[in-house]
C-alpha cells in the first residue's frame, strides 16, 4: 500500500533564505511522487513531478526535488524564498499503476516573513 | 496548458436543496475527478470517472453522485445538501494511462 508523510504541517522561513519542505513516502511500486502548491482559496497547481527519469526533479517556480529511494524522502527545496512562495505545499503519491488514485500528505503551510 | 474550469468561485445553498456542480476541461483528457478538501482532512477523492458515463466511487462517495455525459464535462451532484457537505470541491483531469492531475480553481460551497 501507498502512503505519504509530510513531517511538518508549518514552516516558516524569512524571505531570501532556502526553503525546505518535508515528505516521506512508502509504496509498493515504484512510484510517481508529485508537489502541488495551493495558494488561498485557489486550486492545487503542480510544481514538479518525478517518474524514475532523474532523482532529481527541477519545477516551477525555482523549486526542485530530490527522490532519495534509501530514504524513501522526496523533499522539496528552493534556494531562496519569495513572498509569492507563502501557500500551502501538498506532497502527493500515485497508486498502484492503472488505478489513477492519488494518495495526499497532509499539507505544509509556508509562511515567508519579510 | 491544461484549463480545467469549474462553474462557481462560491455558492451559497439551503439544507435540503440539490446542487450541481460543474467541471469542465479542454485537453481532451479522458479521467476527471471529484475531491473535498477540509481543514485537518485534506483532500479525499468523492468519484472519479475515466471514460464517457463512466464512474466509480472514491473514498467519499455517500451524499453524492456524478454525472459524465461528454468527456469534456464531469458534474457532482448533492441530491440534498446538508451541512456537513459545507466544503472546498476541487475538480482535476488526466489522460488515459498517465497520472498527473491537473485541478481546477475549486468551488467553496456553503449549505445553510
Known amino acids: 500500500a501507498q502512503s505519504v508523510t509530510q513531517l511538518d504541517s508549518h514552516v516558516s522561513v524569512s524571505e531570501g533564505t532556502p526553503v525546505l519542505l518535508r515528505c516521506n513516502y512508502s509504496?509498493?511500486?515504484?512510484?510517481?511522487l508529485f508537489w502541488y502548491v495551493q495558494h488561498p482559496n485557489k486550486g492545487l497547481q503542480l510544481l514538479l513531478k518525478?517518474?524514475?527519469?532523474?532523482?532529481l526533479v527541477k519545477g516551477i517556480n525555482g523549486f526542485e526535488a530530490e527522490f532519495k529511494k534509501s530514504e524513501t524522502s522526496f523533499h522539496l527545496t528552493k534556494p531562496s524564498a519569495h513572498m509569492s512562495d507563502a501557500a500551502e505545499y501538498f506532497c502527493?503519491?500515485?497508486?498502484?499503476?492503472?488505478?489513477?488514485?492519488?494518495?495526499f500528505g497532509t499539507g505544509t503551510r509556508l509562511k515567508v516573513l519579510a | 496548458d491544461v484549463k480545467v474550469t469549474q462553474s462557481s468561485r462560491y455558492l451559497v445553498k439551503r439544507t435540503g436543496e440539490k446542487v450541481f456542480l460543474e467541471c469542465v476541461q479542454d485537453?481532451?483528457?479522458?479521467?476527471m475527478f471529484w475531491y473535498r478538501q477540509d481543514p485537518g482532512l485534506g483532500l479525499r477523492l468523492i468519484y472519479f470517472?475515466?471514460?464517457?458515463?463512466?464512474?466509480e466511487k472514491g473514498d467519499i462517495p455517500e451524499g453524492y453522485s456524478v454525472s459524465r455525459e461528454k468527456k469534456e464535462r464531469f458534474s457532482l451532484i448533492l441530491e440534498s445538501a446538508s451541512t456537513n457537505q459545507t466544503s472546498m470541491y476541487l475538480c482535476?483531469?488526466?489522460?488515459?494511462?498517465?497520472?498527473?492531475?491537473?485541478f481546477g480553481p475549486g468551488t467553496r460551497l456553503t449549505v445553510l
Open positions: 482535476a483531469s488526466s489522460r488515459q494511462y498517465t497520472d498527473t492531475q491537473y
Open positions: 518525478y517518474t524514475s527519469a532523474a532523482t
Open positions: 470517472s475515466y471514460d464517457v458515463k463512466m464512474k
Open positions: 509504496s509498493s511500486y515504484s512510484p510517481s
Open positions: 485537453m481532451d483528457h479522458e479521467n
Open positions: 502527493v503519491v500515485s497508486g498502484r499503476k492503472g488505478t489513477y488514485k492519488y494518495i
